[in-house]
């Protein structure tokens, strides 16, 4: 069974910036994609970034595109969010994903909450202005 942990939310000015974990356990993830997204209160939750765990290839949101940063640790199967230029807008619970099947799927299919099999718990992040 695979598990993902976060951490690493909190509470930042704007201009800030935060980093998120995300531990991943339970298989060798060499075929997966691993996925962050966010949902704010009222909202849908959306795709912020994600990552072929083989090979590294990243994609972004256009929302936080030049400002985050995923990558992924393959000696620690930690996956990273590097957040800077935080902006009140990006205030939510940030959720780490994992998709299984990454090298069957075209990498548009990344930015799908249905592609992922496997979430984390969420960590809180709020920006204030």
């Known amino acids: 069974q695979v598990q993902l942990v976060e951490s690493g939310g909190g509470r930042v000015q704007a201009g800030g910036s935060l980093r ?7 298989r060798a993830f060499g075929s997966y994609a691993m996925g962050w997204f966010r949902q704010a209160p009222g909202k849908e939750r959306e795709f912020v970034a994600a ?3 083989s090979g590294g290839s990243t994609y972004y949101a256009d929302s936080v595109k030049d400002r985050f940063t995923i990558s992924r640790d393959n000696a620690k199967n930690t996956v990273y969010l590097q957040m800077n230029s935080l ?18 799927r075209s990498s ?13 718990q969420g960590t809180q992040v709020t920006v204030t202005s």
């Open 20 to 26: 998120l974990s995300c531990a991943a356990s339970g």
């Open 51 to 53: 990552i072929r765990w």
């Open 87 to 104: 902006k009140p807008e990006d205030t939510a619970v940030y959720y780490c994903a994992a998709d299984p099947d990454a090298s069957y």
């Open 108 to 120: 548009y299919f990344f930015t799908a909450k249905s592609t992922y099999e496997y979430w984390g």
